[in-house]
Nanobody, 123 residues
Framework: QVQLAESGGGFVQAGGSLRLSCIVS????????MGWYRQAPGKQRELVAS???????NHAESVRGRFTISRDNAKKTVYLQMNSLKPDDTAVYYC?????????????????WGQGTQVTVSS
């Protein structure tokens, strides 16, 4: 079983900062791409940022310049540093990881999700 556990959400005033963390645990061979998504009430889940094993990043236009995704492969952890937060950033934030599971003779990639962490930004 593979599990993703997020932490770091909370309540913050506009202009403030939060740092989200997500650690991957369980039985797997390696972690490939990792990412953060968010879902606001009444809206579809959307990609916030993603990062490859080698550290190449992609940030949604709405957060570019304010949010930064990073990862620590040794700690099996992905982070999302969120600065200059706006009320529009209010959402449940989910981490996502593509993980190599299975056996050494038949590895396969599967995608796993965390349970989500609430971020609320007040005006």
């Amino acid at each position: 079983q593979v599990q993703l556990a997020e932490s770091g959400g909370g309540f913050v005033q506009a202009g403030g900062s939060l740092r989200l963390s997500c650690i991957v645990s369980g039985r797997f061979f390696s972690i490939n791409d990792m990412g953060w998504y968010r879902q606001a009430p009444g809206k579809q889940r959307e990609l916030v940022a993603s990062i490859t094993t080698g550290g190449l990043t992609n940030h949604a236009e709405s957060v570019r310049g304010r949010f930064t995704i990073s990862r620590d492969n040794a700690k099996k952890t992905v982070y999302l540093q969120m600065n200059s937060l706006k009320p529009d950033d209010t959402a449940v934030y989910y981490c996502n990881a593509a993980v190599e599971v299975g056996t050494i003779w038949a590895p396969r990639e599967r995608t796993y999700w965390g349970q989500g962490t609430q971020v609320t930004v007040s005006s």
